[in-house]
Structures are given as structure tokens and as C-alpha cells.
DNA sequence: CGGCATTATTAAACAGTGTTCAATAATAAT
DNA sequence: ATTATTATTGAACACTGTTTAATAATGCCG
């Protein structure tokens, strides 16, 4: 039996969440169980369950290190560009969904159940993301906060969307352009509506 | 023992994708299993492998009765109103998505494997949809085919990506207004932008 | 029509899943 | 030192997709 005081509970947690983590991104969520994650971390289900509360509540973890990691890859890459910051996080998001497909493609497979609401901490991380592009857009909005807010949302669903039809390749019948260049005509485009109707 | 005469294959076939159809349209995904189809239509798992390999390709089975349903509904809205048909195509889009949750949230959840390639009846199926799409948008490009492809892609992924983070409600993160009013604002915003790049 | 080959259907089994729970080991509190 | 609390375990439960040998039902052919 493991010594209960091998790890703090901080310390399981971390444990727990980084073989998760490992397991997606290297086999995809069919090869993440979590027999699979006791099995790594010399434990059992058992204290899984402890921990985490159910399946979906560890899977919440996973998420937000997902999260996490996409958030320190954006903001990493706005600082070492001089490009404009859109064009920097639409791509960057795109790199973000190929580099670590499993992980990102969980992220969207994965289903709340009614009973579990998504915690505040994870709504947290949620905002930030979207504050960089809401950021992102204000200088192209007359820095008018509302209008940011809601074409961030509306560019980012359109650059999820084609990064959703292009990189899981199930949706890619016609002959499409690559998705880099759907991208930057996404961009140029709705821009281009965004000024005509400043 | 079901006599094998009781259903021809293409009737058995019928039966069993109506059954599962009826399994996720109620009970989502989650109450959607081979047993669970099988009890339903009087027949055993093994039959439900006879005609459909696996249940990946049942599911693919579930997804054409879906595709073929979405077609229907949007054909018929394109028929019944006046109004500019990329506008019904997007908001009929939506309304399928949030009538019928389950299914169309399932036709994203499902990934194919490498092994189970898409086949060409799911394909022409997928095509006949963009199609509607590339149709509509025609007289807003000049009727220049190819423009109308690229836009249609991206105007597709845009309203799929609004749907994605709005009927699903987990993102729902911003005080973000509602869809429609969010397609509203991608078909006015970029459609200005296509007009002015013309 | 009878017998043979084919095909459809079944039941049972296998390895895996999430989840629960009593028993027990390890710690904290008194 | 004894008691209360908590962490961990292993076994169980009811599921899941999938495979397979046996068998029932049919089509074919002489």
C-alpha cells in the first residue's frame, strides 16, 4: 500500500493530472482510463476517485492545464512577434491544435454533465483566453469594449471552426485551401467589414 | 430465434439506424450501445456486426440519416421563404442544431478511425450540404464558383464555430449575446468585407 | 423433392470501462 | 496511548465493444 505520505495531496493531484496528460496526448482519449492513470502513478482507482470526485471532474484538470499550456504558447508567441496580434493568435491557435491534437480534441469531446457545472477556476481561465483577442481587436474597434467582446467571439468561433473541419481532416471533401490561408481570409475579410462599418 | 426472413437486409439496416437514431435523439450518446440498439429492435449485438462491421460504421450509418435530415430541413426553409438564402441557410443551421442537440452534436463527437476511411456515399453527402452553401453565395461573388467555394468554407466554419460554443453552453463564458443575433453580425460583417474586396 | 452449402442469428465469453464500498492501513487529535 | 479521521486498497457491479463457435434458416442444385 502506498504510504499515504508519499504525496500531499497538491502533490497526487499534480501527479495524477500529468500522467493524464500524457496518456491523451499520446494515445488519445481512448487510451486514457483510469485504471490507466493508476497504473502510471502507482496507485489505485480508488484514490482517483478520492481526489477528483469522478471521471469528468478529473478530466476538468486535464482541461485546464490544457488551457493553461495554450494560453502560455499564445502569449509567448505575442511577445516574440511584431506581426499584428490577431494574426499571431489565429494562427497560434492552429499551431496549438496540431502540435497537441489529442489534447485540444478532448477539449471539445469532452460533455459537462447537468450536475457538474463548470467550476469558477475553469470560467477563469476561459475569460483570459478570450481577453487576448478581445485585447487584440480594440485598436481595430475604436477601442469600444463591447464591440471587441463581441467580435472576438464571433472571429474565434470562425477560426475554431476551421480549425475543427481542417485539422480532425474527417470534414476535408472539397478541395480546400489550407487551412493557414482560410485563416488570414477569415481575417482580412471580416476586417474588412469590421473598418466599413466603423 | 428472429426468423431471418422477418426483415430483408436493407429493412433490418433501416430498423436498427431508426432505433439508434431514437437512442441518441433521447438519451444522448451516452445511452447509445450496441445492447441497448440491439434489445430495441428484438435482434442481438452479433446481428447489429453482421450488417454493420463495427459500430463505427453504424454510427456512420446514423450520421448519413442525419446529414440527410439536415439537407431536408434546409432545402425546405430555402423553398418556404423569401428572404436571402444564406440567412436561412445559417439560422437553419442553428435551429436543427438546437432541435435536434444530441444528433448534431454527435455527428463531431464521432472520429474516424485511420482504418475506417470515409466512404463516398458519406462524402457526396457531405458535398451536397457546402453545396447549398456555395450555392447561395454565388450572386455575392460574381458568380465566380471557385470564390464561392473558399467563402462558403468560411462562412460555414464561422456559423458552426458560433454554434459549437453557443448551443452546447459550456463556453458560454461572456455575457455574449445570443446566436442569432452572433450570425447576424459574421454574415453582415463579412459579406461587407467580400462586397469590398471585390 | 432431398441434401448440401451458405448465410443469419444467437448465446456466451473476453477484456476493458466508470463507479461504489467495505475493510484496512496510516495519520492526526485528544 | 487511545480514539477519531482520513487515505488507500481490492474486490465487486453493471456496463461497454468485439469475437467466436454453435445453430437455425435459407438458397441452390441435382
Redesign the pocket.
Known sequence: ???????S?PE?TELAVKAGVELIEKKGLS??????V?RKI??????????F??????MLHIHGQTLDDLYAFLTKKLERSKKPSLDILAHGYLDFARAHFNRWDALFTFRT?ASNEIPPWYAAKLRGLFLLTETALMPHVGNNEQAAQKHARILWSGIHGICVLSVSGKLDIVNADKAEKQIDMLLETYMAGVEKQL
Chains 1, 2 share one sequence.
Open positions: 500500500m502506498a504510504r499515504r505520505s508519499d504525496h495531496r497526487l487510451g486514457f482510463s483510469a485504471r490507466a493508476a502507482g496507485y489505485t482507482v480508488g484514490t482517483l476517485y478520492h481526489v470526485g469522478d471521471m469528468d471532474g478529473f454533465t
